[in-house]
């Protein structure tokens, strides 16, 4: 059909791409994280020195428990937002359904750091929300743990991945057949067994490529702990950021990087099996 | 007025399992079901026929409670129904395109209407059993329903509806998306389903011959008004309107004019007792006959004509009959091999059935005298 000379053509570009700028940097990192750093500079002798000191030092343990912490709610708090909004918009919105899709998906527009330096403005000690209470006097004096904490990492996570989190739960409503919600409630299901024996478990597997979404991607987070976040809500990603930059050991971010990889990795593997096992069509 | 509550002036005899009062239902401007009075007895097999558009459907998922009336009011056993919702309703649907679960397989699919009431388990199983055996699925019970096919699954939907020992059974023309030979089989054996378990169905279907092969009464909906109601042998040999008559098999429709006692249509002419005036007669090709040698019956009418065209099919044959001045009749006779050139033929008078004029003609009619 195709000349092999065609085919080559236009094969060879993205072949080169995924092999200079995903295989290459990936080997690199892998080979980086078996290395050390002697005096200041890298030294390229095999060990495995990096991840004795990753599983050694309670810090890190610790930084990854808060990452995951912080990823978690991140997750839980877009679902509990994310598929009531689905739900709504798929099931009750009538025409107002495509004007109210548009308004969920217009943040995704805007820039990630914009909306984090917002969320700067709006949180902290002289910023919007501590104004809007001390006019209403709820409160005296601006209130500090707004900004700075997981908490406010925890927000602004949250508002930027819903949308991801609203999309595929959105999509996976939409293709539920309307006649088995009329077959359910014709054999006895009210609006609430409906829900939990009918379109709870068609939508498993949008529930769950939203919930991976918002959780790999809040596990990598190093921006959002940077803008709002302060030193109590630093992040694996940070730490690596640091190690890569300032603290310069290549070798032992490497290693971290490797880890979280290897766990996102088989997070992804689980979560596409099980959707594989929740999709009937 | 409350659900259930009884309403004496409107008490319904012990036979009427469900009674339909001047319901109507518009879609915004558009009004789909207008003004339907009907009774189902209990038991019965009762089939809304009619094209699509004509509100057959719509008329069934107001009984399911998928929609509201606009106005009027639907009763079951003296139970107000139109203002329950649709899991309070003793009725149960089979869907035109099955709806099975597609995340539970054929035992968790029939259980569903038993789970939600919650059952006993050792109930459910074994009426889920008897449901299966019912429907001769037995040995599918753990499948997917989609690895089912059609007609499988349609056998699903129909132990599914009727686990639940519904008083009344509504099906959405569940033959339609089956296959020509599936379909008759169907047809036989949900007829000897409903004989054997004895529960009222409401069937829906724009298909006439099953309309006919499977009912008690057929119901004819045109335009979301109830056009003739009766038993098939009923409304095909006396159709009360020329759109009954054309619709339900066959016919010459033949316009003619009554004087002094007798029909003028064309070449045709017989005596009758109706009044003098214009008036519409349905006269059904199968009573027409090729005029034996010699008869000469009195009480027969009789016509000559050309023989334009001859349709073998099998046990009878269809005839076009040429009787000048532009009048073609059409005439089932048994097959009796070729035939050419004029032939005398004869009907009973009694066989032309006085129809009255549709109110709205379906498109465009052909030239009066004309069969369909």
Redesign the interface.
């Known amino acids: 059909m195709y000349s092999r000379a065609y085919k080559a053509a236009i094969s060879i570009p993205p072949l080169l791409w995924v092999c200079f700028f995903l295989l290459l940097p990936y080997a690199l990192m892998f080979a980086h994280s078996f290395w050390l750093v002697r005096d200041g500079s890298l030294v390229h002798q095999w060990n495995l020195q990096n991840y004795r000191a990753l599983f050694t030092n309670p810090l890190y343990f610790q930084v990854f428990l808060r990452t995951a912490g912080i990823a978690a709610s991140v997750t839980l708090c877009s679902l509990l937002l994310g598929y009531p909004l689905a739900y709504y918009l798929s099931f009750h919105a009538g025409p107002r359904k495509e004007l109210l899709y548009q308004l969920v998906v217009v943040p995704l527009w805007v820039s990630y750091l914009v909306r984090g330096y917002a969320w700067k403005t709006i949180l902290g000690s002289d910023g919007v929300l501590n104004g809007f209470l001390q006019y209403l006097h709820i409160t005296h004096e601006p209130v500090s743990f707004f900004l700075y904490s997981p908490f406010a990492v925890v927000l602004m996570l949250t508002h930027i991945y819903t949308p991801f989190v609203f999309l595929p739960i959105y999509a996976a409503l939409e293709h539920i ?1 309307r ?2 919600l ?9 609006r609430r ?1 409906t829900f939990l ?2 379109i709870l ?2 939508s498993v597997p949008g529930l769950l490529a939203g919930a991976t979404f918002a959780f790999v991607l809040s596990l990598g987070d190093f921006l959002a702990p940077l803008l709002v976040g302060g030193p109590s809500a630093t992040m694996i990603a940070n730490i690596v950021q640091s190690l890569f930059g300032a603290a310069y050991d290549w070798p032992l971010g490497a290693a971290i990087s490797v880890c979280i990889l290897l766990i996102t990795a088989s997070l992804l593997f689980t979560t596409e099996r099980l959707e594989k096992r ?1 999709s ?2 | 007025m409350s659900a259930g509550a009884i309403s004496p002036q409107h008490a319904t005899s012990a036979a009427t399992l469900l009674e339909i009062r001047s319901v109507a239902k518009s879609f915004g401007a558009t009004q789909v079901l207008k003004n339907i009075s009907l009774r189902i007895a209990t038991g019965e097999f009762l089939t809304l026929l009619g094209e699509s558009g004509s509100g057959k459907t719509t008329l069934l998922r107001l009984i399911a409670g998928f929609e509201q009336p606009t106005s009027g009011e639907i009763w079951m056993s003296n139970e107000r129904l139109d203002t329950l919702p649709p899991y309070k309703r003793r009725v149960n649907t089979v869907f035109q395109i099955y709806a099975l679960f597609p995340h539970l397989n054929v035992r968790e699919n029939v259980a569903y209407g038993l789970r939600v009431k919650s059952t006993p388990k050792a109930e459910i199983a074994s009426r889920v059993e008897e449901a299966l055996r019912m429907v001769k699925m037995i040995s599918f019970a753990a499948a997917r329903p989609s690895t089912l096919s059609g007609g499988q699954q349609q056998r699903i939907a129909l132990a599914r509806a009727l686990i639940n020992r519904p008083q009344l059974l509504l099906l959405d023309e569940p033959l339609s998306a089956l296959d020509a030979n599936l379909r008759k089989q169907m047809q036989s054996e949900l007829k000897a389903l409903q004989r054997e378990i004895g529960i009222a169905f409401l069937f829906v279907t724009h298909d006439q011959d099953e309309a006919m092969a499977l009912s008690d009464r057929i119901a004819l909906l045109r335009n979301g008004a109830l056009e003739q109601i009766a038993s098939p042998r009923d409304i095909y040999s006396r159709p009360a309107t020329a759109y009954t008559a054309e619709f339900i098999g066959q016919t010459n429709l033949l316009r003619g004019e009554i004087n002094d006692g007798v029909v003028r249509c064309g070449a045709l002419q017989w005596k009758t007792s109706e009044v003098t005036g214009a008036a519409l007669f349905s006269l059904r090709p199968e009573a027409i006959r090729l005029a034996g040698a010699g008869e000469d019956a009195a009480g027969v009418a009789r016509f000559r004509g050309i023989i334009r065209q001859q349709l073998y099919s099998g046990a009878s044959e269809l005839l076009e009959i040429d009787c000048g001045g532009n009048q073609i009749l059409r005439a089932r006779i048994p097959a009796t091999g070729p035939l050419t050139g004029a032939h005398e033929f004869v009907f009973s008078p009694a066989e032309a059935v006085r129809v009255t004029e549709s109110p709205t003609p379906r498109g465009s009619r052909p030239a009066d005298h004309e069969p369909r």
């Open positions: 057949p006649p088995l009329e077959a359910s409630q014709d054999l006895g299901a009210n067994a024996r009918v478990p068609l929740w009937f069509r």
